[in-house]
């Protein structure tokens, strides 16, 4: 168990819905980084987000976003989802004490399934 | 793109020392060299990361070349559990994107 906490553990939703992924980070850990992984693209980096500001944006689209709270915990939001958007969603979470990038550890994820 | 190459997959007979190769030959002065492996669908695990000195934890060792351009994670006496995907990255600050390749699948054979 790494600690780090992610709901729901399934989505199953249609096509054109929004929905919001939950993600807890262990305790103390200031990062939160997102990450999509589908059959046919690998690990996908989306976003990290360390102590409420965005600090690194990757491949994510435009209809993706996400937010780190006050209280550290962050949520992904996917809307008009697509049949594509059908994937592992991981996120992750480090100290990063001083912005120095440290090891991560993976939550067990949300596969969402787009019908 | 990622940073860095990796076989696509590579087989290690249980009981036996599993050296998975990493090449990364553009790695700047100040990146680090990190290790992950994800079992199935669960979620990556961190192995070791290293700068240049050689690396040992409880899980694995890292050797990284003198001219830091390759790396290869070690783990030692291979076990069944020890079957998933190694991914390398190379990373310098938290300000970096995070890459992962399609790393190594390592399949033990009893």
């Known amino acids: 168990d790494s600690g780090v906490t992610q709901t729901p553990k399934h989505l199953i939703t249609a096509t054109g819905q929004r929905v919001t992924l939950r993600c807890s980070p262990r305790?103390?850990?200031?990062?939160v980084y997102w990450y999509q992984q589908s059959l046919d693209q690998g690990l996908q980096f989306l976003i990290h987000?360390?102590?409420?500001?965005?600090?690194a944006k990757g491949n994510i689209l435009e209809r993706f976003s996400a937010q780190q709270f006050p209280d550290l915990h962050s949520e992904l939001n996917l809307s008009s989802l697509e049949l594509g958007d059908s994937a592992l969603y991981f996120c992750?979470?480090?100290?990063?004490?001083?912005?120095?990038?440290?090891?991560?550890?993976f939550g067990p994820g949300t596969r969402l399934t787009v019908t | 793109d990622a940073k860095t190459t990796q076989p696509p997959s590579m087989d290690c007979a249980e009981g036996r020392a599993a050296n998975l190769p990493c090449n990364h030959s553009t790695i700047s002065g100040n990146e680090y060299v990190y290790w992950y492996r994800q079992i199935h669908s669960q979620g990556p695990q961190y192995i070791i990361h290293?700068?240049?000195n050689n690396e040992t934890n409880e899980m694995a060792s890292l050797i990284i070349t003198e001219d830091r351009k390759s790396s290869t994670l070690i783990l030692p006496h291979a076990t069944l559990r020890d079957t998933a995907v190694y991914y390398c990255?190379?990373?310098?600050?938290?300000?970096?994107?995070?890459?992962f390749g399609p790393g190594t699948s390592l399949s033990v054979i009893p």
């Open positions: 290293g700068l240049k």
């Open positions: 990255i190379v990373r310098k600050t938290s300000y970096d994107k995070v890459i």
């Open positions: 992750a979470s480090s100290v990063e004490l001083g912005g120095a990038y440290d090891e991560q550890y």
């Open positions: 987000y360390y102590n409420g500001e965005e600090r």
């Open positions: 305790s103390g850990d200031l990062s």
